[in-house]
């Protein structure tokens, strides 16, 4: 379990927007892993999944930026 600090937006617009797409993947794979841990009882911290939501609406918001 990494701890991290959240995502800036300005972090986000230097990136490419292959670069963006992989880490949407990426952060959405993390969310569903960290939902099953939820369910299994195996988070213990579970303001984890709101922060992780959070970081996908801000590169969902990159992404649109750019223009697709």
């Given at each position: 379990?990494?701890?991290?600090?959240?995502?800036k937006?300005?972090?986000?617009?230097?990136?490419?927007?292959?670069?963006?797409?992989?880490?949407?993947?990426?952060?959405?794979?993390?969310?569903?892993?960290?939902?099953?841990?939820?369910?299994?009882m195996?988070?213990?911290?579970?303001?984890?999944?709101?922060?992780?939501?959070?970081?996908?609406?801000?590169?969902?918001t990159?992404?649109?930026?750019?223009?697709?």
């Open positions: 379990y990494l701890w991290r600090v959240k995502m937006y300005t972090e986000l617009q230097d990136k490419t927007l292959e670069e963006l797409k992989a880490l949407l993947k990426e952060k959405k794979v993390e969310l569903f892993e960290n939902r099953v841990k939820l369910r299994t195996q988070l213990q911290d579970s303001s984890v999944i709101r922060k992780i939501k959070k970081d996908i609406a801000r590169i969902n990159a992404i649109s930026a750019k223009g697709w």
